[in-house]
């Protein structure tokens, strides 16, 4: 695994800095909420210092899908015109947001995980200061296995859902990859490194 952050140390004015916001990414199937939840389970003395951010989206919520805020996309939309997010975006028939109170938690030098598409990246080294993108992935065999198991899509649409993913596939400056292809152990562990580094980095910037 490799740790990049930007050189930054005293973010620009019009940055918000203290905390880290780790954006994590990756393809369906590569197990992102179960790393992610299984991680949050094992932070110790990390859980005071790390916050996992609740994303509203334009879906009904059920058992199968991961807990958030649902709206419909007329609700939505009127949150993007009134500042409710930090930073949204549509992908796959959906849209997405999350909350503007994480803001809060990064000025207090917190360590903020949203599960997001890589296009929101943009917008998020847009308003913070300090931005960690984590790929969490698997070989194209592995997805295409999880993906089948889930039952929700056909063969067809879980190979057309792997291409679209494979030619969406962009590199993102300062990415650390897990590839999620051994135990949830294994690859939350990782997370968990990742979330360890991005602490120690927000307490150095915090010192400058």
């Keep these: 695994m490799n740790f990049m952050m930007s050189e930054r140390t005293d973010p620009p004015e019009d940055l918000i800095g203290g905390g880290v916001v780790v954006a994590v990414v990756g393809p369906s199937g590569a197990g992102k909420d179960s790393v992610m939840n299984h991680a949050r389970e094992r932070l110790g003395d990390l859980a005071k210092d790390v916050s ?25 939309q009127r949150m993007v015109a009134e500042g409710a997010f930090a930073a949204h975006w549509f992908a796959n028939g959906l849209s997405y947001g ?3 109170s994480m803001d809060r938690f990064v000025e207090g030098g917190g360590i903020v995980v949203a599960n997001v598409s890589r296009a929101a990246i943009v917008q998020l080294r847009q308003r913070y200061a300090y ?15 999880r993906l089948r198991k889930r039952g929700r899509e056909g063969t067809e649409a879980i190979a057309e859902r792997l291409k679209r993913a494979e ?17 949830l152990d294994e690859a939350s562990e990782k997370f968990i490194a990742a979330l360890r580094k991005a602490r120690a980095w927000s307490d150095v910037a915090d010192s400058l």
């Design 52 to 76: 996992f951010v609740r994303r509203v989206i334009t879906r009904e919520a059920n058992r199968n899908t991961e807990d958030h805020d649902s709206v419909d996309e007329e609700k939505f």
């Design 131 to 145: 931005v960690l993108p984590v790929v969490i992935t698997a070989p194209a065999d592995v997805l295409a296995e």
């Design 98 to 100: 999350l909350p503007v």
């Design 167 to 183: 030619a969406s596939e962009l590199a993102v400056e300062g990415e650390m990859t897990i590839v999620n292809d051994g135990t």
